[in-house]
């Protein structure tokens, strides 16, 4: 029986009885700081791509528009290039930057799917096609990537739980039905269970829940060939990334079809028909199955659902190729109880960052590095949260302001227990 992508992303929730500019980092790395804004409206520009050029370093903006990457002396003289949907692409030589770390983004012209003549007929066509391509579009050979991943819970709106890692990835080529592998490097993590209260959530399958939502390596879990025809597909509004025309396509489940699948929106290269960013959410209206798809176990008294499961896929591209390069879940439950007033509300949200990869040759590798399994918990093999230069020179998402504030509250209170 064919498993769904959502059989690795299963929550897991148990009783419980208790409650911007340069800076030097070491001898051979300096560190940028900054944010990445609209240059018409100075919005701040959230998950924005960043590499430097000659490398396959890389990161993306946070939430706020800010990034951080660490670069080697030896790729100082480099320039750093940023893309963004919807965005005229913009190179900054890296020591323009000591000055002025503020990067300003122009707005692409829009442009209409209609204008290029080849345009197939229809979304779904274009769809298939972008699928049947992938052995010709993505990298069709493996290859070692280091990659950042953060996993936060929230009972409301405030902080209970922080995981971090910095994990191997041997990515298999897109041409193979070979799975993914994950090391996990280093990791860290604190968890508030006052805050949690009597229910801890977990996130089965940690890093592979990230790599699993790579559409292009593994279609079968969402637009498997039988699947296409539970959707309906239609063209929206073109886009450009990167100075590249780039179709859209709407796609949501069929009135006809009752359990719960997916819509939203997927962005393919007018060119090559490579799939360069997903974005898209799961139906939730059936609660009953939608929570099927996720609680793996819970109190017998509660009843637990999702209100919202959303997922964003991003893809890179060099030498004509395209690859995995971030992805984030956000997942909201809701919590009742019998004979209480009120329900307890939790968001756990995941992204994955790829900040290097490396063709033939593994770019990490220590004896210490622990093979993790489709079914594992970060929680559950991360340790420790006292040292504020923890990831030394390994390239990090920018927290985002709540968690950052997180943070340098678990740090405070470590240096005075």
Known sequence: ???????????????????????????NIQEFKGQIIDKNTNTPLALADIIITNSNISTISNSDGEYLIKV??????????????????SEIPLQQLKTNPTIQLNQAATVLAQVDINTPKDAITLVKKMLELKGDNYLNQSVSMTGFYRETIKKRNRNASLSEAVVDINKQAYDNSRNDGVKLI???????????????????????????TDMVKYPKYIFASNDLLEYDFTFDRSTQID??????????????????????????????????????????????????????????????????????VNYRTKDGKWYFGYSNILLTFKINWEKRWFNSKYTLNSEMAITDWSIGKPLVYK????????????????????DPDFWGEYNIIEPEKSIENAIKKINKTLKQS
């Open 1 to 27: 029986m064919k498993k769904k992508l959502l059989n690795y992303i299963k929550l897991f929730i148990a009783l419980y009885l208790f409650g911007f500019t340069v800076l030097g980092v070491s001898q």
């Open 367 to 386: 004896k210490e590095s622990k093979n993790l399994r489709r079914n594992s918990i970060l929680q559950d093999e991360a340790s420790g949260f006292s």
């Open 243 to 312: 100075n590249r025309l780039v179709y859209v396509v709407n796609f949501k489940q069929k009135k006809e079809i009752l359990r719960p699948k997916y819509a939203g929106k997927l962005y393919i290269d007018a060119n090559t028909f490579a799939l360069t960013s997903a974005v898209y959410n799961l139906n939730v209206e059936n609660r009953e199955e939608a929570s099927k798809m996720f609680v793996r176990k819970k109190p017998n008294k509660a009843t637990v659902y999702p209100t919202e499961a959303s997922y964003r």
């Open 186 to 212: 280093k990791a860290r993590k604190k968890v508030n269970y006052a805050r949690l209260d009597t229910i801890a959530l977990k996130l089965q399958g940690g890093p592979f829940s990230s790599l699993f």
């Open 72 to 89: 080697p002396n030896d790729l100082l003289n480099e320039n750093l290039i940023v893309t963004y949907l919807g965005y005229q692409k």
